[in-house]
């Protein structure tokens, strides 16, 4: 039988295809805007003054100062900027960092977003802006934090590097397992997110042996938006929790973090919830962790927390912070049972289930 579920559509437009960076004025337009502030990190200036040129008058010009975790100085600097330019909207063009720089500014603003992202990390589909002040992370949801519309582009991923690619592509692969099992999921967020873990299964391999491979981009950046969607529409749960604790309070970065912990975290649920994991048994093997470990080997993901330049010494107050405040995770939590599944994600061990 159908258990209950309550379902809410995005009210995002999605446009998808090689080539589509193309309609970045047309879209603009379409939001009722004509002057654009264009968003990217310093890595990515080139390209965001390419993009401003190519929206000619549409533009009022670039803000290239996008960084990790969204620091609020930094907002504050691109909110003088918005103030002076008199922009209308933001194009975002880049990863999380810089998509989190558009809705810090949405948020503040309530300004349109155009989000055109370069890697797989999702967040231009969800609802959720994390920034950082004074070394500490806050959250906040909302329906100005959605960007409007969401161009998707492969070519623009193409010079991903390779390390990156595997790394973004299993954290959004992560949001996608967390997505099974979440208390709050519905048939559609599960469709999508059996739909993203097979995308990426057969695109990974493909990029790990060509990163130019064209089609095996295309079906990536397909997964990264199935599985971005889910992150932003049901709960997270032990492997989110785990990753925000890591990154939060030791600092390691995002992507890789994600990576490591993906097997671990889906092993430790597997024996709880065997049925909701089914579509991860299907497309990695019968023991979801072990199979999701292997598959990681395979496309040369890293494996241990000791090479992020975490500490043995760490893990005790990683397991501290990682149980302190009461969630909810199919299998209950204990701070000894996840002291030992940080061990063996720290060592690099291959999950037994
Ligand atoms: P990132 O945006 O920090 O990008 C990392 C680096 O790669 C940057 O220098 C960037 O310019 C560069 N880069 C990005 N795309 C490239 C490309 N195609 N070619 C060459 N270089 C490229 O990394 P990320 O993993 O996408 O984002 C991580 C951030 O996003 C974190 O702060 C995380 O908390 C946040 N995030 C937020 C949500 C949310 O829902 N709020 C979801 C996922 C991630």
């Avoid at 948020?107 to 969800?126: C, F, H, K, M």
């Avoid at 599960?190 to 995308?199: D, K, P, T």
């Avoid at 604790?245 to 990576?259: K, N």
């Amino acid at each position: 039988m159908t258990r209950a579920f309550t379902y809410r559509g995005s009210a995002a437009h999605i446009v998808f295809g090689a080539g589509k960076r193309a309609e970045t004025g047309d879209w603009v337009e379409k939001l009722g805007c004509g002057k654009a502030l264009v968003l990217s990190t310093p890595h990515q200036a080139d390209d965001a003054a390419a993009l401003s040129e190519q929206l000619g008058g549409l533009s009022v010009g670039v803000f290239a100062k996008a960084a990790m975790h969204t620091p609020v100085d930094v907002t504050e600097e691109a909110m003088e900027v918005v103030k002076q330019t008199g922009a209308d909207s933001v194009v975002a063009l880049g990863g999380g960092s810089t998509t989190g720089l558009g809705k810090a500014i949405a948020y503040r603003t309530d300004l349109p977003q155009v989000v055109i992202p370069t890697t797989y990390a999702g967040s231009e589909v969800t609802p959720i802006l994390g920034q950082t002040e004074g070394g500490r992370k806050t959250t906040v949801r909302g329906d100005s934090i959605l960007p409007e519309v969401v161009i998707y582009d492969p070519d623009l991923t193409t010079g991903l590097p390779l390390p990156m690619t595997i790394t973004s592509g299993l954290n959004a692969m992560a949001h996608a397992a967390e997505a099974l099992y979440a208390q709050d999921r519905n048939p559609v967020s599960s469709l999508m997110a059996a739909e993203g873990l097979g995308a990426f299964s057969e695109a990974l391999p493909l990029l790990a042996a060509d990163p130019a491979d064209a089609e095996a981009r295309s079906a990536a950046l397909y997964g990264a938006w199935l599985c971005g969607t889910v992150l932003g529409t049901v709960g997270m749960a032990l492997h989110h929790k785990i990753c925000h604790t890591l990154g939060g309070s030791f600092d390691t970065p995002h992507a890789e973090t994600h990576a490591i912990m993906l097997p671990h975290t889906v092993g430790f649920n597997a024996g709880t919830v065997p049925d909701q994991l089914e579509p991860v048994a299907k497309l990695f093997g019968a023991t979801p962790g072990a199979g999701l470990f292997d598959f990681s080997e395979r496309i040369g993901a890293p494996q241990a927390l000791k090479d992020l330049g975490l500490s043995e010494a760490d893990l005790d107050r990683a397991a501290d912070i990682a149980t302190e405040n009461p969630y909810w995770n199919p299998r209950p939590i204990d701070r000894e049972s996840i002291r030992n599944l940080l061990q063996d994600a720290w060592d690099g061990t291959r999950p037994a289930i």
